[in-house]
Structure formats: structure tokens, C-alpha cells
């Protein structure tokens, strides 16, 4: 079982930023954030492979938000600018462990999730 710690959530003013973190306890082939709002479907933020290529941001966020890894330390980063009230959700950061299942599928492993305000 791969564990994922995350920090670095909470309440932020619109337009303020936040810095997500998630230590991993294993290398996956991919990393990445997800998101969930109230009664609203989960949804990927952002992925990157596990060895610190391929960013790729969904519409929503691209611009604002960008994620990165540090290899040497095997964590993952999600660094939030221009943060919006729609932007509040509990954000997840998650592993997959082959290349299958596509941009956002295929994820095994699962951090407890930290909750994103945004007023």
C-alpha cells in the first residue's frame, strides 16, 4: 500500500494563493490532484508523471494552478494562485501505478484529502 500525506489547505481570501503538498511513501508511475465540491462529481486537476514530466492542467485551473514534483523527496506540489470561490472543494492528491486508464484514470492510491476554502 502506497501512502499519500498531504498538507497545506485552507481558507484563503479570492485572489489569494495556497501550496499543496503530498508526500508519497513509494515511486508510482503518475501522480495527481483531484477535486470534489459538494454534491458535484469528482474531477482531476492536474497529473504529472512521477518522474517530473508531462504536466498537464485541466481548463479549469490551466494558468492558474501548476503542479511539480520534487524527485528527491518523492512529493508532489500543487501550487494555487488567483484562487477563485469555485475553486473550494476537498483536493486529493492520488498515485497510479502503470500508464493505463487515461489523463485521470486508473489511480489506485488515495490521500485523505484537505479542504480548499476560497471567499
Known amino acids: 500500500h502506497v501512502q499519500l500525506v498531504e498538507s497545506g489547505g485552507g481558507s484563503v481570501q479570492a485572489g489569494g494563493s495556497l501550496r499543496l503538498s503530498c508526500e508519497a511513501s513509494a515511486y508510482t508511475h503518475c501522480m495527481g490532484w483531484f477535486r470534489q465540491a459538494p454534491g458535484k462529481e469528482r474531477e482531476g486537476v492536474a497529473r504529472i508523471y512521477s518522474d517530473g514530466s508531462a504536466a498537464y492542467h485541466t481548463d479549469s485551473v490551466k494558468g492558474r494552478f501548476t503542479i511539480s514534483k520534487d524527485n528527491a523527496k518523492n512529493t508532489l506540489y500543487l501550487q494555487m494562485n488567483s484562487l477563485k470561490p469555485e475553486d473550494t472543494a476537498v483536493y486529493y492528491c492520488?498515485?497510479?501505478?502503470?500508464?493505463?486508464?487515461?489523463?485521470?484514470?486508473?489511480?489506485?492510491?488515495w490521500g485523505q484529502g484537505t479542504q480548499v476554502t476560497v471567499s
Open positions: 492520488a498515485a497510479k501505478p502503470t500508464p493505463y486508464g487515461g489523463t485521470f484514470g486508473g489511480y489506485t492510491y
